[in-house]
């Protein structure tokens, strides 16, 4: 890493960094210039610690299969193809953070590359500035080859899913929404927003072109606890939720 960011120096090059090459616009694809496409694929996890330390080209499934075998994981993105770099650089929210924080709240320290070419490692207890500044701040201030999390004992079974409401619902929709999710355990993280369905077979076929209301939940609690804390939508609330392996924690419930 630090001899490509020596090279791009020496020759006036233009440069991005991909990871998983999840951003939206492409940000990590320069033109005319150099794309360090990082190869760090290594997971290493101490489940005494509760921590892991992550190359930094992983994917949050991959992460989430080996974390699993140790009952643990940390919060991820809700698709699995995301890359842990350009998620956790840039905060991170996923179907943990209601109760364990976002990915940045969990990044335990980092290995930065700096223009300069220095491999330094960043955490609460050195180089404070640059930890805080890579949390949240996204790929502005280095390379990040490695991030070291911490991890949190999840069931080995969740209970996730996907419910999607006709348009002429979403008043009623998001007003239980907001009441159900005011009080609701942490332990259950539901996404509400508008999509235009897509002839798959995910959406029923009367909704296939129309914008719909979706609703993303995973619920990481044990089941005694979703039986006696989780109140039932109204009946007219088509549900469908099936129980996953929680190595499939990040994959969106579409896809598992
Ligand atoms: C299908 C999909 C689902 C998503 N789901 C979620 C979600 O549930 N929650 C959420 O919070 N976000 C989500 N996102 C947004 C996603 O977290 C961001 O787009 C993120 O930047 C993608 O990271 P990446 O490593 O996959 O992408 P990349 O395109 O590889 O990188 C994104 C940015 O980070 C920089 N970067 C990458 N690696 C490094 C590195 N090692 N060091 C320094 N800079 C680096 C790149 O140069 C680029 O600017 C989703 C995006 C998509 C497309």
């Not at 701040?137 to 996730?160: C, D, M, Q, R, W």
């Not at 076929?205 to 939940?217: A, P």
């Not at 469908?240 to 598992?256: E, I, Q």
Request: overall charge negative; glycine content about 10%.
């Amino acid at each position: 890493m630090a001899r490509c960011i020596r090279f791009v120096k020496e020759h006036d090059l233009e440069f991005s960094v991909r990871s998983g090459g999840h951003d939206y616009v492409g940000k990590s694809i320069c033109d005319g210039g150099l794309v360090i496409d990082l190869s760090g694929n290594s997971i290493e996890i101490d489940p005494a610690e509760n921590t892991a330390i992550v190359g930094s080209v992983v994917r949050w499934g991959a992460f989430d299969e080996v974390a699993q075998k140790h009952g643990q994981a940390t919060t991820g993105a809700t698709v699995s193809t995301v890359g842990i770099a350009g998620y956790t650089l840039g905060g991170g929210t996923g179907f943990l953070a209601r109760k364990h924080g976002l990915a940045l709240d969990n990044l335990l320290s980092a290995r930065v590359v700096t223009t300069f070419g220095e491999s330094l490692l960043a955490s609460e207890h050195h180089l404070q500035d640059l930890f805080w500044a890579i949390r949240g701040g996204s790929g502005n201030f280095g390379v990040v080859t490695s991030f070291e999390f911490k991890l949190h004992e999840v069931a080995p079974e969740i209970t996730a899913g996907q419910i999607v409401f006709p348009f002429e619902q979403a008043g009623d929709v998001l007003r239980f929404y907001r009441d159900f999710m005011r009080d609701a355990p942490e332990e259950i993280t539901c996404y509400a927003f508008f999509l235009n369905a897509t002839p798959v077979d995910a959406f029923p076929e009367s909704y296939h072109g129309k914008t719909v209301l979706s609703l993303v939940t995973a619920y990481i609690g044990g089941s005694k606890t979703r039986q006696k804390r989780t109140r039932t939508p109204p009946e007219r609330w088509r549900a469908g939720f099936k129980h996953y392996s929680a190595d499939t924690l990040h994959r969106s419930p579409h896809h598992v």
